[in-house]
């Protein structure tokens, strides 16, 4: 890996540049980040101040972005995204009463604060931004949140849905003119981390017309032409001062990924996401172009369904999991961009547990454990796809490393379209990949019995983990609700079915002359922040 | 005569609903549906059989097919099952009119398809002759070698070396075309009239040469008109008919031989919206499409058989 987001304030600064806020609001919003969101890192914002203070932006000009992704589903923010296009207009029209950062931090939005009102988790005071206007020059307002979060609530079948499963719809109250009164069906402790996905957009009380977006975000909505364009203008109204710098956002919609390349070293665009890994040779030898190399806290995960045989023996796991050389892995089939990762999810969460050794490959202890397991040598076949970038090559380079240890690993190859809804859950060794999710949500979607990606993944069936998931959504206390999580993770460190060896990468392309790019966990093209970025 | 003709109208339209149920089949069996692609990987079951329903995907093919088939007939293509999805006043969910969603591709594919035949046309007419007149002459070599070699490399390797040329060795035009601007058409109509450019020009070669060979010709040099006149009078308007066929299948081919330049450059055509579609399994917009295409090609093939007919008149009484 080439650039590490971790262990490097770049991002916190880069966040705070972003947000283009004063010093003061800075430090008093660090402060209010590392008391109500209860995330440890998003404390580091405060560092930010000094750099945020140098800053030589320059304003105007259009930005000119192509994607990829173009089919655009709605142009309602909380529906099920059609592409990039879809998210793209999402993120830059709207906003959350909570968002995530370049490194996957919960931040402060339309809400400064989010507190739980009782111990056990139940009720929440959400606190409203105040200035925040709508882009029609209407304030935001508590009506505008309780709205909403029924909208989203009551959405049947849809990710927003699932994700505020805790909220009770009408257990939403207005407490004074910027506050609103949360109540949950179970305890939740990370109502922070749900409240900040993609799927939670707020809209204004009583729209069910999207066809000219009403958004508080950055941009306004200019024009469209279906399929093929999408024209944002800079909203004067922004409660974010100097921000956005350019007074317009184009989004082209390329399919083709060398026509989007030509299009960028044409100079008819200014930024594209490339979704071909063979383009980045090109893009680094042009000189008129920069490579945007992001680390994401999205990763791939070989899953062993913990029911089946033989991954229903613990030794059988291990063997699989020590059998992967993973620096060799990143380096063959993610072109050597990634970060290593070490069998749990998500590095970039607050309470990532770093203090569980790094797991490498050990050859000799993969074959003693496969003897000890009675199968010295072993056929398995592993149901893949070539659906995502290092998804196949990593498995084939797997497999020639089980070799080495009595391990035949066949692979078989499935359709892309349809491997997610057909394949997984049906076999019992397979390849899922993820993107971020908050800890808390991942362990109720994945390791309890009863989730439905735990259904399709390692049908995990574990009653200690059961209670301790149920224990940490009950606390409050960060310190006390991370110390429960490493609990958690080093249960699926020991003992899980997931073989999880690297993190996805996003690579964009950029002109030489956009600035302000900074690598962004969440998704390609720094998250569509296009607010962040200035044309030198 | 006009019962061939009347034969062929009926052909015509019979193949035309062959198109529709082929396609209909097709894309029935095509794996996953819009609202698997819509909701994507994270799809719960339960969110994918409400989608479904709410777009009407779970009544049955032949309903389905029936419906669209009666709309079709009153050029009605339905809506969208992907894109611009919304809640109607009776809270159904219904997406964007496909016809309003094709309007426009189809009209940038007609100007291109336009622009290539006006180039073609008269490029064809001016290599054709020159090597059919000077058959075996260099010239005539030269032109044979140029134009299939030209032929021989794919489209879209045509395509990406004129991008290369021209638009980034030597920045003169814009590498992918937004627009049915100028500029913007210049590259793309390069690179279908250089494929297409040999096949009319060999079609018309082969005319002039065997009406050079005739006994007409023959009988016009005897009588001591000048090459020029020859040429000019008897050989050209003689060409000009067979060859008027050869033009009406390209019409036919451009149809659906434009999706790969459109994609390479990102012309917002059909061959964009085409591939969209497919890839959101939005089989109103995929059906539409296609029985466009599928009606520029039997139509320009009923203009050829036409023409032919109107050319040799011992097809007339073929039968």
Known sequence: ?536 | VPRTIAWRLVGGVLTLWVVSLLVFAATEVLPGDPAQVILGKDATPQGVATLRRELGLDRPAYTRYVDWLSGVVRLDFGNSVSVGLHADATGQLTGTPVRSLIAAPLRNSAILGGVTLLFLVPLSFLLGTAAGVWQGSRLDTAMQVSTLSLTAIPQFVLAFILVLLFAIAWPVLPAVSFHASPAALVLPVATLVGVSVAYTSRMIRAGVVQILNSDYVRVARLKGLPERAVIQRHVIPNAIAPSLQAFALMVGWLAGGLVIVEAVFAYPGIGQGMVAAVSTRDLPVVQAYTLVIAAVYVVANLVADLLALAANPRLRTAQ
């Open chain 1, 1 to 536: 890996m080439r650039r590490s987001t971790t262990g490097n304030d770049a991002p916190a600064r880069d966040e705070a540049r972003r947000q283009g806020i004063s010093r003061q609001e800075l430090l008093k919003r660090a402060g209010v980040a590392g008391l109500v969101l209860a995330a440890p890192g998003t404390a580091g914002v405060g560092r930010a101040s000094a750099a945020l203070l140098k800053g030589s932006a320059k304003a105007g000009g259009t930005l000119r972005v192509g994607l990829n992704g173009g089919t655009s589903t709605s142009r309602d923010p909380q529906f099920p995204p059609g592409g990039n296009l879809d998210i793209a207009r999402a993120v830059n029209l709207y906003e959350r009463l909570l968002d995530y950062d370049g490194r996957a931090h919960v931040v402060p939005k339309l809400a400064t604060s989010v507190v739980p009102r009782n111990k056990t988790a139940t009720q929440w005071v959400i606190k409203l931004r105040k200035g925040v206007l709508w882009h029609d020059g209407s304030h935001f307002t508590p009506e505008d949140v309780i709205y909403s979060l029924k909208r989203i609530a009551t959405a049947q079948g849809t990710e927003g849905a699932a994700g505020l499963a805790m909220i009770d719809p009408n257990g939403l109250t207005k407490l004074d003119a910027s506050s609103v009164l949360v109540k949950l069906k179970f305890p939740y402790s990370d109502l922070a981390g749900q409240l900040a996905l993609r799927p939670m957009p707020m809209v204004k009380a009583g729209t069910t017309d999207f066809t000219t977006p009403n958004g508080t975000g950055p941009f306004k909505f200019d024009t469209a032409v279906q399929g093929q364009l999408e024209r944002y203008v800079a909203n004067k109204n922004y409660w974010v001062t100097g921000r956005p710098y350019v007074d317009a956002v184009e989004l082209h919609v390329i399919e083709d990924s060398t026509a989007r390349l030509n299009a960028l070293i044409g100079n008819q665009i200014d930024a594209m996401n490339i979704t071909d890994a063979s383009q980045i040779p090109a893009v680094k030898s042009n000189g008129a172009l920069f490579l945007q190399a992001s680390p994401s806290d999205g990763f791939n995960a070989l899953c062993m369904n913990t029911q089946v045989k033989p991954y229903n023996d613990v030794r059988v796991r291990q063997a699989i999991r020590l059998i992967a050389d993973r620096p060799q892995l990143i380096k063959t089939a993610m072109q050597g961009y990634g970060i290593v990762l070490n069998d749990m999810f998500f590095k970039y969460d607050p309470s990532y547990p770093s203090s569980i050794p790094q797991r490498h490959q050990d050859l000799e202890q993969a074959k003693f454990l496969l003897k000890k397991a009675g199968r010295p040598t072993l056929d398995v076949t592993l149901d893949t796809a070539d659906a995502l970038t290092g998804m196949l090559a990593g498995d084939i380079v797997l497999s020639q490393q089980a070799k080495s240890a009595g391990l035949n690993l066949k692979i078989v190859r499935h359709d892309p379209a349809t491997y997610w809804t057909t394949v997984l859950g049906k076999r019992p060794f397979v390849h899922d990949a993820f993107s971020h999710a908050p800890f808390l949500n991942m362990c109720l979607q994945a390791l309890l019995p009863s989730g439905p990606v735990n259904k399709v993944d390692t049908s995990w069936n574990d009653p200690k983990t059961t209670k301790l998931v149920a224990e940490a959504a009950r606390t409050v206390n960060p310190k006390k609700r991370t110390a429960i999580i490493h609990e958690i993770d080093q249960i699926q460190w020991n003992r899980g079915g997931y073989l999880i060896w690297g993190g996805l990468t996003w690579f964009d392309a950029y002109r030489t002359n956009v600035k302000g790019v900074v690598p962004n966990a969440m998704r390609t093209l720094g998250d569509f922040r296009f607010q962040n970025l200035w044309l030198a």
